[in-house]
């Protein structure tokens, strides 16, 4: 593996549970993910995988009672992210590490002016008068294409899209180094998805962002992350450079996923599906959370909680099996 | 704005004119000859029938309820006491302050108390202030007013005697009155506060907040709290009504000269003009204090606002 | 159709299971049955007549004779305690029954036709709620003179505006929804419609309401006997307890004590019962 130093984002090991009142949610189960500077990442899985879990986490925005990290270490740019007391990880929210939720009509207070909510941010992090703030808040606004004379307006005042600008604009306000996005273009109209997905794609550009695109949809991802991270069930199973998984995907899960979306160029009569269903995270599968459903899957898969494995440079995966049909391939 | 003031106020009308005719209905369906209970029982009967005419009861219920309302209108008469044959108006509206006096503190010490409490149980829910306050706040809504002044005047004045019992011309007067009358109040607030604050701390906009980094403290005071005062300002409407309606209760207890008082002593004597006069002027407050709420409301919430700018 | 009844059925038990995890509704449900049993069973449960004055031994404090101990009249106070739960029962379930049908049907027609019907029944509602509830049976009340039967209609009809509100508004979610369409093309009358689709979907919140309601009612009842209207003496009313023995609280402050005792308890036990059914029946709502 390369040197540990040179990650912006290194997760090891983590674990997170919920406790309800039918069971313990095994939320996030051993996850290991790394992000190099001025990387972006898609974190790819099917809704109740974890992603967003993962992504409080790293926040450390767990709500803390049903919550709880019980492992792990979330280093950031050196630092361990779970050692940190309240007031270290609020100078790191919002201002290293900055978050962008999945739906925009909710996401913003509803009594407050949207150019109030920007200036929040800056206020927090950086040392500058309410009126600077402000300005730089407006000047933010229209940076995400939002004209200045709605700093003013209310939420409610503003499309689902527009909305989820000013989140965008809240987000990065205080240039942070790395941005989280939680299925930000999932609640909007595709066109709109596309104009947001552009926008976030300048401003990674011009300030050099470190990013998380935490999604469902493979598409996005091709458009704009670098690297691909395939969650299931609470940890990884593949993780590789976005050119290489897509071409050369390797874990029985992450074929699924790639052979569900349909062809267009083919004549198909059925839909391909996985077999069978997300495992109820209260009562997860013995050793590889996916053997129940994986065609390849082995005697050993249901003892053993298979390690991410160096198939080649760059690509990981969680599944010796098809790791030693890659080796007998070639 | 102006726009949804004047609506509003306009919807107001009809609204008080169906007061008026139930009121009235009451008045007029009530069993007894009016004439008999004016004049009293030697009366003749040519001086009954005068007095009919005179008063115009032998005419249709539409034309009487016309003129009822006319009358209420234009000269605010709605009718004369049986007993001290003055008009009703002019009874009731020396003792109103008295009564508006003590629903008023009695809303205030709902609201200091109320909104604090409900805000950090909310906030601290699950730990033992959360279940103490929950408690008592369930006691306050299911002790009779009535009961707890009569306890209150128990303690704090047989017993102690460091309170008076009656009249509500000075401070200290007032003190057990209020608290008898507010108790309800404080457990209703408590609750509505607790329950808005805890559907609003679960609303993504909070984590959003969260996320920038804010201190938790403000977290709740600028952007929580604002959110879930919206509601509970329309519920303070509500209770203020129920306010009303208790201080008839609280004055017979405490001989508090209001209009509760003037009317429990109408209904023993079978004053009815009195008797309705009094809910008339109450429901009339009552609406008016519903008015100010919505106007309220609709000036701090931004988005009602917006609808009429 | 079967199979949404057997849905509900289902629904039943997971309300039951709900319900009896909440010890402060379990606690309000034993108090509440127990009142209905002390109510059934008075001629059984109380000593003395609720009517018989034992002057010679007026103005006792509890002892061994009379448990509670008497009134200025020489009554026991515990037997016109028991009796006085059936006076109490009555006024809440009847008052709360009348608001609840007729209240339910206005509001049921209400939401179900909509447009000038709608208009019509919910401005004379917000008529009714202008007054404040007390008040107004207070003026009812008053108007149609003493008794407990006018008591009932008195407090019942105060409360109609609520029950009317409330189905109202679940008519109205309810009625857009597919079912109803479905029923409607398969040629149903209104009328079987709204008995056998919109209300049992309704009953939710009209069970929670009327088990406040209850509640409110016989604190209703209690504030007007309070005040001298609806029970006539020497009926045991427990406000009308109160009342009485207002004059003598320096020295005999038992004779109020009881009374609003148990008049607190019934509330109480009543309103617990309401908050853990309104939980039950929405868990969402709840923590």
Not at chain 3, 206 to 213: P, S
Request: include cysteine; charge should be neutral.
């Amino acid at each position: 593996m390369t040197e540990k130093k040179d990650f912006l984002l290194d997760i090891q090991n983590l674990t997170v549970h919920y406790e309800t009142d039918s069971g313990v949610v095994h939320a996030v189960e051993g996850l290991n993910l790394q992000l190099g500077h001025g990387e972006s990442l898609g974190f790819v899985g099917e809704t109740g995988a974890g992603k967003t879990t993962t992504a409080l986490a790293i926040m450390q925005l767990i709500p803390n009672p049903p919550g709880k990290i019980l492992n792990g270490n979330i280093i950031f740019d050196g630092q361990n992210l779970n050692t940190l007391n309240e007031e270290e990880k609020r100078h790191i929210r919002g201002g290293k590490i900055a978050m962008i939720f999945q739906d925009p009509m909710t996401s913003l207070n509803p009594v407050i002016p949207v150019g109030e909510q920007i200036a929040e941010m800056i206020e927090l992090h950086q040392n500058v008068t309410k009126d600077e703030a402000f300005k730089k808040a407006v000047q933010m606004l229209e940076l995400v294409g939002i004209r200045p004379e709605r700093a003013k307006d209310f939420p409610h005042q503003f499309s689902g899209g527009m909305r989820q600008r000013v989140v965008i604009a809240i987000a990065l306000a205080c240039d942070p180094t790395l941005l989280i996005a939680d299925e930000p273009t999932t609640a909007l109209d595709v066109t709109i998805q596309a104009q947001v997905l552009e926008l976030m794609k300048e401003l990674k550009k011009e300030f050099n962002t470190s990013m998380i695109m935490i999604t469902h949809d493979l598409g996005v991802v091709a458009e704009i992350c670098d690297k691909v991270a395939i969650m299931y069930a609470g940890s990884v199973v593949e993780y590789a450079d976005t050119r290489v998984l897509y071409t050369n995907p390797l874990h029985p899960y992450t074929n699924g996923l790639f052979n569900s979306i349909p062809d267009l160029d083919e004549d198909e009569e059925e839909l391909k599906v996985i077999q069978g269903l997300m495992p109820d995270p209260t009562n997860l599968p013995s050793g590889c959370t996916f053997h129940p459903r994986c065609p390849l899957a082995q005697p050993e898969c249901s003892q053993k909680k298979p390690e991410m494995i160096e198939i080649e440079p760059g690509h990981f995966v969680a599944c010796p099996v098809c790791c030693n049909a890659f080796v007998k391939k070639g | 704005m102006l726009k949804y003031i004047f609506k509003r106020i306009i919807s107001l009308i009809p609204v008080l004119i169906g007061v008026a005719f139930i009121v009235f209905s009451l008045l007029y369906f009530t069993p007894g000859d009016p004439a008999r209970m004016v004049l009293g029982d030697m009366a003749t009967e040519e001086a009954l029938q005068a007095f009919r005419e005179t008063e115009g009861l032998n005419d249709p219920f539409i034309v009487q309820f016309g003129r009822y309302l006319y009358k209420a209108t234009t000269q605010a008469d709605i009718g004369r006491s049986y007993v001290t044959k003055r008009p009703v108006t002019n009874e009731i509206m020396t003792v109103f302050p008295a009564t508006l006096k003590l629903a008023a503190f009695s809303m205030f010490l709902a609201v200091i108390f109320g909104i604090p409490f409900g805000i950090i149980s909310a906030i601290k829910q699950y730990s033992w202030f959360d279940s103490i306050t929950m408690i008592f706040a369930m006691i306050g809504i299911s002790m009779p007013v009535f009961w707890l002044g009569v306890l209150l005047i128990l303690f704090f004045s047989v017993r102690l005697n460091w309170l008076p019992s009656s009249g509500f011309g000075t401070f200290s007067a007032m003190i057990l009155p209020s608290i008898s009358l507010a108790a309800q109040g404080v457990a209703i607030v408590t609750r509505m506060t607790r329950s808005t604050m805890l559907e609003v701390i679960r609303q993504d906009y909070i984590r959003t907040v969260r996320a920038k980094g804010q201190k938790e403290s403000l977290v709740i005071w600028r952007h929580a709290l604002p959110n879930a005062l919206i509601p509970v300002i329309t519920i303070a409407g509500i209770q203020f009504g129920q306010l009303l309606g208790g201080a008839v209760l609280t004055e017979s207890i405490f001989s508090i000269p209001g209009v509760g008082r003037l009317m429990v002593e109408a209904i023993k004597m079978r004053d009815f003009p009195v008797v309705q006069g009094g809910v008339l002027y109450i429901a009339v407050a009552f609406s008016l204090v519903n008015l100010l709420v919505d106007l309220i409301y609709a000036w701090i919430d931004p988005r009602i606002k917006a609808q009429y700018r | 159709m079967s199979q949404m009844k057997k849905r509900k059925m289902g629904n039943f038990g997971e309300i039951m299971r709900r319900l009896k995890k909440n010890r402060l509704a379990m606690f309000g449900l034993t108090i509440v049955v127990l009142l209905f049993i002390t109510a059934l069973f008075a001629d059984f449960i109380a000593p003395y007549s609720y009517a018989k004055q034992h002057l010679s031994d007026a103005f006792q404090a509890p002892n061994s004779k009379y448990i509670l101990g008497t009134d200025e009249f020489g009554r026991d106070i515990f037997s016109r305690i028991v009796y006085g739960s059936r006076i109490s029962l009555q006024v809440g379930f009847i008052a709360v029954g009348l608001a609840v049908v007729v209240g339910g049907f206005l509001g049921a027609v209400s939401g179900f036709y909509g447009g000038k019907i709608d208009n019509l029944i919910m401005r004379a509602m917000d008529i009714l709620l202008s007054i404040p509830q007390i008040l107004l049976a207070i003026a009812i009340a008053a108007s149609l003179g003493p008794g407990l039967f006018n008591l009932m209609i008195a407090v019942g009809i105060s409360s109609i505006p609520s029950y009317a509100r409330i189905v109202r508004s679940a008519v109205l979610s309810i009625r857009n929804q597919e079912f109803v369409e479905a029923a409607k093309a398969m040629g149903s009358s209104d009328f079987r419609i709204i008995m056998k689709h919109i209300l049992p979907n309704s009953m939710a919140p009209i069970i929670v309401q009327a088990t406040l309601g209850v509640a409110f009612a016989i604190l209703t009842a209690a504030g007007l006997s309070f005040i001298g209207l609806g029970i006539q003496p020497p009926m045991p009313e427990w406000g009308a307890m109160l009342s009485g023995g207002r004059g003598y609280i320096r020295d005999y402050p038992y004779m109020t004590l009881f009374p609003g005792l148990a008049i607190m308890i019934t509330i109480l036990a009543l309103n617990f019962l309401g908050d853990g059914l309104r939980d039950a029946l929405d868990p969402k709502l709840k923590r």
